[in-house]
């Protein structure tokens, strides 16, 4: 089955400064690569995806990458806000079968002033 | 639509006790999902259910749970007997196949069993 590994676990930025997490995967089939965004008392929400057609995607501050040779791909934010402060996990998954993700451990996000 | 509704947010249950979590997917979402979330293990998927029929359950930990999903609207988180160790947050999500790979996450069941 599908393996997926993120780092940092816990990661702190001050306010303006950029956010990289990054996530291997395990499953060569994989092609579907979500990030949820968790905040204190709710449950995890998507915030961006990326399919393995494309390398990189952009929705505002943030951006995704994907390297499929490498299996990795990682989460960029920019111009951080306390608001970023959460935490994100990565996923890999199928799409157009089962809507089964595999999700990574999570990375604490701290956006300090 | 207000999203995937899960009931109770909090449970807090004595050891050996019968536990039921509950979950209403989104309208017209085909697959429905159960998580369990905890600081060791991260999210984990349970089981998952397709046109209300199971169709993984090897997550599910041990005989001590199960879940069913009687129709497109409801389905359930049994746990029984309970023990400390399922303390943890159980999520329930659905998604829609045809459009999206897209899961849509419940606010959580914070369960403890003391």
């Known amino acids: 089955g599908e393996n997926v590994e993120q780092h940092p676990s816990t990661l702190s930025v001050q306010e303006g400064d950029s956010a990289v997490i990054k996530c291997t995967y395990s499953?060569?089939?994989?092609?579907?690569f979500p990030w949820y965004k968790q905040e204190l008392g709710k449950g995890p929400q998507l915030i961006i995806d990326i399919r393995s057609n494309v390398g990189e995607k952009k929705d505002q501050r943030i951006a995704v990458t994907l390297n499929k040779t490498a299996k990795h791909f990682s989460l960029h934010i920019t111009e951080t806000q306390p608001e970023d402060s959460a935490v994100y996990f990565c996923a890999a998954g199928l799409t157009g079968t089962a809507s089964k993700l595999t999700f990574g451990t999570g990375t604490r996000l701290q956006v300090t002033l | 639509d207000a999203g995937v509704i899960q009931s109770p947010r909090h449970e807090v249950t004595e050891m050996g006790q019968e536990v039921t979590l509950r979950c209403k997917p989104i309208s017209g979402h085909d697959y429905l999902f159960w998580y369990r979330q905890t600081m060791m293990r991260g999210l984990e998927l349970l089981i998952y259910?397709?046109?209300?029929?199971?169709?993984?359950d090897s997550g599910m930990p041990e005989d001590r749970f199960s879940a069913k999903m009687p129709n497109a609207s409801f389905s359930t988180l049994k746990i029984q007997p309970s023990e400390p160790r399922d303390s943890a947050v159980y999520f329930c999500?659905?998604?829609?196949?045809?459009?999206?790979?897209?899961?849509?996450f419940g606010q959580g069941t914070r369960l403890t069993v003391v």
């Open positions: 259910f397709n046109n209300n029929v199971p169709i993984d």
């Open positions: 499953d060569s089939a994989s092609n579907y």
């Open positions: 999500a659905s998604s829609f196949r045809v459009r999206d790979t897209e899961a849509f």
